[in-house]
Nanobody, 121 residues
Framework: QVQLVESGGGLVQAGGSLRLSCAASGRIFSINAMGWYRQAPGKQRELVATITKSGSTDYADSVKGRFTISRDNAKNTVYLQMNSLKPEDTAVYYC???????????????WGQGTQVTVSS
């Protein structure tokens, strides 16, 4: 069964740092774009950062200069380094990946189960 498993969330004080990881496992032929999204209580899920297979990145304006997305294609893993965290970064963070799981098919989106990040003031 193909799945994405996140880790690295937790409680941190404002100004602190956290590093999230998301590992894909199962019968995977290839992984295209990967990304991180977040959802705060009472709000819609929003894009945080994305990275293509070749390493091109894109960020939400609210995290530019503070967060860095990276990936290790050999490990089927994507990371999110979060620095200078603010209370408004508090949310459940979800990993997303477009993965090809059959020899004849195209990529389909997969989601992780989410990891809680809480930033205290």
């Amino acid at each position: 069964q193909v799945q994405l498993v996140e880790s690295g969330g937790g409680l941190v004080q404002a100004g602190g740092s956290l590093r999230l990881s998301c590992a894909a496992s199962g019968r995977i032929f290839s992984i295209n774009a990967m990304g991180w999204y977040r959802q705060a209580p009472g709000k819609q899920r929003e894009l945080v950062a994305t990275i293509t297979k070749s390493g091109s990145t894109d960020y939400a304006d609210s995290v530019k200069g503070r967060f860095t997305i990276s990936r290790d294609n050999a490990k089927n893993t994507v990371y999110l380094q979060m620095n200078s965290l603010k209370p408004e970064d508090t949310a459940v963070y979800y990993c997303n990946a477009a993965m090809v799981t059959t020899p004849w098919g195209g990529p389909n989106p997969y989601w992780g189960q989410g990891t809680q990040v809480t930033v205290s003031s």
